[in-house]
């Protein structure tokens, strides 16, 4: 893996050609696949070759513009409806992040707005798509620094009111980070942030950020596979546990024991997010509602306020609907069952070197399971979502987005 890139999607402005981070080969294999059309992005998308809320809000619409240009310069003519329901068709194929849907339905208001009366695509078409997806792509990243920095400024806020002093250590879920935006992350990216600021060799404060925990986060495992790559590739110090370990590590770091010799108090669990609604509630990867009421149970039984566990969601503009007013009216999407029971990947030898892919079965052939790839934690135990704006926290226990 000597070639190693975080950037997950690839735009030449110049050529007009998108290119995407094969997502299944990580993180044995960098291997980039072009995206040529409509067609490729919704299958890309579909089977996770990219994946995370704005990673794929921007691969689609990046894949409308390719789309469009690549058939002006065949000479393939195309209608202004087919368009239309081929960005529709796109949209289905992830249902419950909302960036996608919001990339599309903005798209769409524009060519309906400059191009109401117009039949045939042509290249003003054109021109506005692809204006339109370069300047989603660069927001994206200007509000993910903005994310990172608004969520330190509340973690640092947080452990100075409780008068907190020492190492502290945050925990994750899934993969929020350069894998699955343009670049530096939400929930993984105020943790970027944080190791750059409060490190213990650069902080000022009495405290100091020793070690982020990220979770395996089955069964896609995108913690196992992408997180702690990430983290690796930065030096940022990390121990991965799986899912079913976090009360565990909790309650150990809070009796003051040691864990792969740190002991450093979980104080914040940072998700980021696929969906958040008008009240608050909050669509992540499925276990993240497990945390949030982890987090709660660990502060009602606490000794003193320096013990409570802060649950943040990260999350741009971009992921919030407030159309949709509380989380149950979230479609969550469900997944093959093979996701469940299999695993895919390469053979590691003995030396290390990545051989053939194989799979793998990890339970009983032809049973049922239930493979939903999301849940929705609600706003009540929610303390904070951080947005590109600010550091929002609820009033009478009520958001307002
Ligand atoms: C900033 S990524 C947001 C969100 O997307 C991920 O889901 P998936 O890997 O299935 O696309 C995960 O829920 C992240 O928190």
Not at 220 to 236: C, D, H, R, S, V
Not at 265 to 292: C, E, H, M, W, Y
Request: hydrophobic residues 40%; contains cysteine; charged residues 20%.
């Amino acid at each position: 893996m000597s070639d190693r890139t975080l950037q997950a999607i690839k735009f030449s402005k110049e050529n007009v050609t998108l290119d995407i981070l094969d997502q299944l080969q990580l993180p044995y294999s960098t291997v980039f696949i072009p995206i040529k059309s409509i067609q490729d992005a919704f299958d890309a998308i579909k089977s996770m070759q990219v994946r995370g809320a704005p990673a794929i809000a921007i691969v689609g619409a990046f894949a409308i513009t390719v789309d469009t240009f690549n058939n002006l310069k065949a000479g393939i003519s195309k209608s202004v409806s087919e368009l239309l329901q081929s960005i529709d068709y796109l949209v289905t194929s992830r249902p419950t992040a909302v960036n996608l849907s919001n990339a599309c339905e903005e798209i769409k208001s524009l060519i309906n707005e400059k191009f109401e009366l117009q039949l045939i695509v042509d290249q003003e078409v054109y021109e506005v798509l692809f204006e339109y997806s370069v300047a989603l792509h660069e927001d994206d990243l200007a509000n993910n620094y903005k994310i990172g920095s608004n969520g330190l400024n509340y973690i640092i806020e947080t452990l100075r009111a409780q008068q907190f002093t020492g190492p502290f250590s945050i925990m994750t879920v899934c993969n929020t980070g350069s894998l699955a935006t343009s670049g530096h992350g939400t929930a993984l990216g105020i943790i970027r942030t944080v190791h750059e600021q409060l490190s213990k060799l650069k902080t000022k404060e009495s405290f100091w950020f020793e070690t982020a925990y990220p979770l395996e986060t089955r069964p896609y495992n995108q913690g196992a596979k992408l997180t702690t790559y990430e983290l690796q590739y930065e030096n940022i110090p990390f121990t991965m546990i799986c899912d079913n370990m976090v009360t565990s590590l909790i309650s150990t770091l809070r009796k003051g024991e040691k864990v792969k010799d740190v002991c450093a108090p979980v104080k914040f669990i940072i998700a980021g997010a696929d969906r958040v609604v008008k009240n608050g509630d909050s669509a992540n990867k499925i276990g993240t509602f497990q945390l949030a009421a982890i987090a709660n149970y660990f502060n009602t039984t606490s000794a003193s306020e320096k013990e409570h566990i802060k649950f943040i969601i990260a999350a741009p503009n971009t992921t919030i609907d407030r159309q949709t007013p509380c989380g149950d009216q979230i479609v969550i999407e469900e997944r093959p069952s093979n996701e469940l029971t299999t695993l895919k990947g390469p053979v590691l030898t003995s030396d290390g070197s990545v051989g053939e892919k194989m799979t793998v079965g990890v339970a009983t052939p032809g049973i049922q399971v239930w493979n939903p790839a999301f849940d929705v934690a609600p706003h009540q135990l929610i303390d904070c979502i951080v947005t590109e704006e600010r550091a929002i926290e609820k009033i009478n226990n009520e958001f307002t987005l």
